[in-house]
C-alpha cells in the first residue's frame, strides 16, 4: 500500500510518501511544499492544492493521512492552517483517495507507542523505522512521515476500496 502522510500548514506542508507491505516500510518520496508569506492567501492555497495535486498524480497514493489540527492560542494562524488542511482533503477527495485524519497523540501513539512521546522521539523513530541516515528536515516533512508511519500501524483501511 502506498501512503501519502501530510502535516499540513500554509507556510511550510510538509509530505512524506511510503509503501507499506508486510510489516516493512519503503521510502518513496518526501519533501515541503512552501508558500512565502508575500502572496496573498488565495495564491498560497491555489499553490499547495496544484503541487499537491501533482503529487498526487505522480505516486498515485491509495490512502491520505492527514493530521488533525492542535489549535494552540493564534486564531489567525489556526484558520489559516485549516484552510490549508482543507485544499490538502480537497486535492485527495477530488482523486477519489480516502482520507484519514490522526490527531497528534495518536500519530505518537502509532510511531512511538506513547502519545505523550516528545517530538524528538517521534522524530528519531521515523528515521529509524523508515532506515533513514538523518531526520528529514524541515520539521515538517518528518512530521508528515510520521503521519503516514501511524496510517499504516493503525489498520485503517476499511474504506481503502470504497465505491468511487
Not at 512524506?16 to 512552501?34: D, L, P, Q, R
Not at 496573498?40 to 498526487?56: A, F, G, S, V
Not at 500519530?107 to 522521539?121: C, I, M, T
Not at 518528518?142 to 483501511?157: E, R
Amino acid at each position: 500500500m502506498i501512503i501519502l502522510g501530510i502535516d499540513p500548514g500554509i507556510a511550510i506542508m510538509g509530505y512524506g510518501i511510503i509503501s507499506y507491505e508486510g510489516n516493512s516500510f519503503n521510502v518513496i518520496s518526501y519533501g515541503a511544499i512552501k508558500t512565502p508569506s508575500s502572496m496573498t492567501t488565495d495564491l498560497r492555497l491555489k499553490e499547495i492544492y496544484e503541487d499537491l495535486n501533482q503529487i498526487i498524480e505522480t505516486y498515485r497514493p491509495q490512502a491520505v493521512a492527514i493530521e488533525e489540527l492542535f489549535f494552540n492560542t493564534n486564531a489567525k494562524t489556526a484558520i489559516l492552517v485549516g484552510q490549508a488542511r482543507g485544499v490538502a482533503v480537497l486535492s485527495a477527495a477530488t482523486q477519489n483517495i480516502p482520507v484519514y485524519e490522526y490527531t497528534p497523540l495518536q500519530v505518537k501513539q502509532g510511531v512511538v507507542g506513547y502519545g505523550r512521546a516528545e517530538k524528538s522521539q517521534v522524530q528519531q523513530m521515523v528515521k529509524a523505522l523508515l532506515n533513514l541516515e538523518k531526520v528529514p528536515k524541515p520539521d515538517d516533512v518528518a512530521d508528515a512521515l510520521g503521519v503516514a508511519i501511524c496510517h499504516a500501524h493503525s489498520g485503517s483501511f476499511k474504506d481503502l476500496f470504497r465505491l468511487k
